[in-house]
C-alpha cells in the first residue's frame, strides 16, 4: 500500500468520528476528525514525515524548521524533522505555544527557532485556518519568515482560502474527499 492511502486509511480507522460537534471554530459538525491518533501513532509518524517531506520539497519550499500550534502541530512537525534526517538537508522542529510561558525564558515558541529562519507552519487539520493564522502571527512576530503552510487534512471549510488570500501557500496531504466526506 501506498503511503498516501497508508495515511487514508489511518485517518479513517484512527481520526474520524461521526455524531454531532463543535468545532474549535464555532462551526457544527456531524464528523469530527481527531488526527492526533494517527499523528501520533507510529505508523502515522512514518507515513506523515515521508509524505510531508515530499510535499514540502515538492513545493520547492527550503525550510530551516517546521511547526506550528501546540498540540496539533506537534507530531507533524516532529515527524517530518525525524524523516528529514534520513534524506538530508535535515529540517529541525519547533512548537507555538498559545500565549507565552510565564517563567524561564517566558518564550513563545519552543525549540529550533530564530530570528530570520524561513519556516514552514505544519497543521494536523485546517477547518477556518485560525490556528495556522496564529502560529504564523507568531513566528513572524519574532522575525521568522514563513515560507508555507503544510496540513495533513484540508476539511474544505474555507480555512485554505483565508490563508492563500492572504499570500501565503497551503499545500495539504489529504482533504475530507480523500477521507470518504
Do not use: C
Not at 513563545?108 to 505544519?122: A, D, K, L, Q, T
Amino acid at each position: 500500500m501506498s503511503d498516501q492511502a497508508t495515511l487514508i486509511q489511518l485517518l479513517r480507522d484512527r481520526s474520524l468520528q461521526t455524531g454531532d460537534f463543535v468545532l474549535a471554530s464555532g462551526q457544527r459538525s456531524s464528523y469530527y476528525i481527531d488526527a492526533r491518533p494517527t499523528t501520533m501513532s507510529a505508523q502515522g509518524q512514518q507515513v506523515i514525515g515521508r509524505l510531508g517531506l515530499a510535499a514540502i520539497r515538492q513545493a520547492g519550499w527550503r525550510p530551516d524548521a517546521v511547526g506550528g500550534l501546540t498540540m496539533g502541530a506537534d507530531p507533524v512537525a516532529y515527524a517530518i524533522a525525524s524523516a528529514s534526517a534520513d534524506t538530508p538537508p535535515a529540517i529541525d522542529a519547533f512548537s507555538v505555544r498559545k500565549t507565552a510561558k510565564g517563567h524561564g525564558a517566558k518564550r513563545r515558541i519552543e525549540g529550533n527557532f530564530s530570528p530570520g529562519m524561513p519556516v514552514v507552519v505544519v497543521e494536523d487539520v485546517i477547518t477556518s485556518g485560525q490556528s495556522a493564522r496564529q502560529a504564523i502571527d507568531a513566528v513572524t512576530g519574532e522575525g521568522g519568515k514563513v515560507v508555507g503552510v503544510l496540513s495533513v487534512v484540508d476539511r474544505l471549510q474555507g480555512g485554505r482560502e483565508l490563508l492563500e488570500s492572504a499570500g501565503i501557500i497551503v499545500v495539504v496531504l489529504t482533504t475530507i474527499h480523500d477521507l470518504g466526506l
